[in-house]
């Protein structure tokens, strides 16, 4: 799943990922925390696993953190999440850490990049 | 920097433009695949097409005062727009695309800077449909792939070990 207000960079990190050839069946998209939410909550009732979240840090309605802390106390928070960012020294960052993301791609960032990142975090990658 | 437009720069602009150079080249090359160089704006005329500016500025906060802007024609972003997208991108993904690639570029500049000022907060990126000329502490025009852009850095105050 790619969640992002910015179409532009959703259909980038899903080029990102289709080339950098992981295990994926399909990439879901999401303009904000809330939409993510409703996307795990509804990949979930249809009975889907979610293997992995890229996910922005500023969004408007419900950010990265805001969507990290939801998808928790809804019991969503299955599947590994990175965040993607251009200031890595953004304290928002250090804030989706804490909150349960397991990492972060920084931009401007290469397929390889994506590649070893995702790796990294997913269980069957 | 190679033919760059650092008349009168000091010595921290030229610093601050080298890095920019920089972080140019890093962008375009990981995201892209493509070189991108500084060089001087061509002679020709602009054709009506390239007079339609966008423009995207993101402030500094905290140890670093001061802007980074990103200004290219309509049409050179909806050609980079198509390049990151592989495929056809409309005025929307074109406008994104500007700004996008500031907040990139703000983002990565100022990790290059020393402390504090490599912690410096941004803002949102802001876009517009025209090229603010103000006066910048660094302009600078790049070539990627036969499109153009303009980064311009107004730096006011920055605190650096």
Not at chain 1, 48 to 53: D, K, M, Y
Request: hydrophobic share 50%; with cysteine; charged share 20%.
């Amino acid at each position: 799943m790619i969640i992002d207000d910015s179409a532009l960079m959703r259909r980038i990190v899903a080029k990102a990922l289709r080339e950098a050839g992981l295990p994926l069946d399909e990439i879901v998209e999401a303009a904000n925390g809330v939409e993510g939410v409703a996307a795990l909550e509804r990949l979930a009732a249809e009975g889907h696993e979610t293997s992995l979240i890229l996910c922005d840090v500023h969004m408007p309605a419900l950010d990265g953190v805001g969507f990290l802390l939801r998808r928790a106390a809804l019991g969503l928070a299955t599947a590994p999440v990175l965040m993607v960012t251009a200031d890595a020294s953004d304290p928002r960052v250090a804030e989706a850490l804490a909150a349960g993301a397991s990492g972060f791609i920084a931009k401007p960032f290469s397929v390889e990049q994506v590649r070893e990142q995702a790796a990294a975090v997913m269980v069957h990658a | 920097m190679n033919g760059g437009e650092y008349a009168d720069a000091d010595e921290s602009q030229l610093r601050w433009a080298g890095l920019m150079d920089e972080t140019v080249a890093e962008t375009f090359s990981a995201m892209l695949g493509l070189g991108c160089t500084p060089s001087q704006a061509a002679g020709a005329p602009p054709s009506p097409a390239s007079l339609r500016k966008i423009s995207a500025r993101i402030e500094f906060s905290g140890a670093v005062q001061g802007s980074c802007a990103v200004a290219m024609s309509n049409a050179d972003a909806l050609k980079i727009a198509e390049i990151f997208l592989s495929g056809t991108a409309d005025d929307a993904m074109a406008a994104d695309t500007v700004g996008e690639l500031c907040n990139v570029l703000a983002g990565s500049w100022k990790r290059r800077l020393k402390p504090p000022a490599s912690g410096a907060g941004l803002s949102v990126p802001a876009i517009s449909r025209h090229d603010d000329a103000a006066d910048s502490s660094v302009r600078q025009t790049y070539n990627c792939d036969g499109a153009q852009l303009v980064v311009r850095l107004i730096v006011q105050q920055m605190q650096e070990e």
